[in-house]
């Protein structure tokens, strides 16, 4: 049973950073998912932010993020992680870490198998 769990969220001025995590803390398989990060702001539905394969091998950012954000995995220690640099007021949204998706379909979040709880990230200008 995969449960994840993020953690890293928090209050930050604009241009500042944070790094996110997520932890799977129940798999008891060896088993690898390809894995995402979505975020939902105030009042707006939830956007996919990037994706990462199961091996680390190759990632996907929405256009928003690109170049500021940094996504990268660890699986010795089953743990994804989101590097924020650079942040916006416009990125304060609850984050999601999700997984177990075939990587063709990894920017639909309706088609993730696990979620996270979220943690709240909120930039101030």
């Known amino acids: 049973q995969v449960h994840l769990v993020e953690s890293g969220g928090g209050l930050v001025q604009a241009g500042g950073s944070l790094r996110l995590s997520c932890a799977d803390s129940?798999?008891?398989?060896?088993?690898?998912?390809?894995m995402g990060w979505f975020r939902q702001g105030p009042g707006k539905e939830r956007e996919f932010v990037a994706a990462?394969?199961?091996?680390?091998?190759?990632?996907i950012y929405t256009d928003s993020v690109q170049g500021r954000f940094t996504i990268s995995r660890d699986n010795r220690r089953n743990t994804e992680y989101l590097q924020m640099n650079n942040l916006k007021p416009e990125d304060t949204a609850i984050y999601y870490c999700?997984?177990?998706?075939?990587?063709?379909?990894?920017?639909?979040?309706?088609?993730?198998?696990?979620w996270g709880q979220g943690t709240q990230v909120t930039v101030s200008s």
């Open positions: 999700a997984a177990g998706v075939t990587w063709a379909q990894a920017r639909d979040s309706r088609l993730y198998t696990y």
């Open positions: 129940g798999r008891t398989f060896n088993m690898c998912y390809n």
């Open positions: 990462i394969t199961c091996s680390g091998g190759s990632t």
